[in-house]
């Protein structure tokens, strides 16, 4: 392997990972299954897309949404964990 395509893997790999870099400083899930799993972590991406447009709703609706918003904030981010489990526990099983 060339070093030109060592740098280009570097530069895409830090355009994926900057923004859920951004979730992970706010307390919002993240994205932290590699390929290996990649049904887990293609779940894991949805649910850190969903609590970014939670997020948005909140912003757009001056947090007027009867706390319903943050709480589905909350369960997405105990979603985003339990997906967390499940990849370990399938790495302990040599998955």
């Known amino acids: 392997m060339n ?3 060592i ?3 570097i530069v ?3 355009a994926v990972a900057a923004p ?3 979730m992970a400083q706010d307390g919002g ?4 299954i590699g ?3 990649g049904n887990l972590r293609n779940a894991q991406q949805n649910i850190v897309q969903a609590w970014q447009l939670v997020s948005d709703a909140q912003i757009d609706n001056d947090d007027r949404l009867g706390g ?3 709480r589905a904030k909350a369960l997405l ?4 964990e339990e997906l967390r489990l499940a990849a370990d526990a399938a790495n302990r099983n040599h998955w």
């Open 29 to 32: 899930p993240v994205v932290d």
């Open 12 to 14: 895409l790999a830090a």
């Open 77 to 80: 981010t105990q979603a985003d």
């Open 3 to 5: 070093v030109k395509a």
């Open 35 to 37: 390929y290996r799993h």
């Open 7 to 9: 740098i280009t893997g």
């Open 68 to 70: 319903h918003a943050a």
């Open 20 to 22: 859920f870099a951004t």
